[in-house]
């Protein structure tokens, strides 16, 4: 059975949620939205927040979820997190992280996690 992208976007944000708890996370919020801007994953660790972007594509394809966050949805992902930190206020270390997720024939068959894909900077370039 196929399916649907809604439902593999969502395997992949569950086995990344996992993953950042295994490593010591704790997560603080998931779709995390406001008008314009959505946020996958939102976790701590120590003095560092996490803005998680999570793509899940089908093994083969030919952009890597690094790559289809694009300039335009760095910029949206920024705006994001400097709202859910005005809403929520700590002293925490921004990160924006990026979460590839392969999957074939329904099942996951890779994880790749980046730390620090893009910066802040990204807001104002």
């Keep these: 059975m196929k399916r649907s992208s809604s439902e593999t976007g969502k395997l992949g944000e569950e086995l990344t949620a996992f993953y950042l708890e295994k490593s010591g996370y704790t997560i603080l919020h998931r779709n995390f939205r406001i008008r314009g801007g959505e946020i996958d994953i939102i976790a701590r660790k120590d003095d560092v927040i996490a803005f998680v972007e999570v793509k899940t594509r089908g093994e083969g394809s030919y952009e890597s979820g690094a790559e289809a966050v694009t300039k335009r949805k760095r910029r949206l992902i920024i705006k994001t ?42 807001y104002f370039n």
């Design 81 to 122: 997190s400097l709202e859910y930190m005005s809403r929520f206020p700590e002293e925490l270390q921004p990160r924006y992280d990026v979460a590839e997720v392969t999957v074939r024939e329904g099942r996951v068959k890779k994880l790749k996690y980046l730390d620090s894909a893009f910066g802040g900077e990204d």
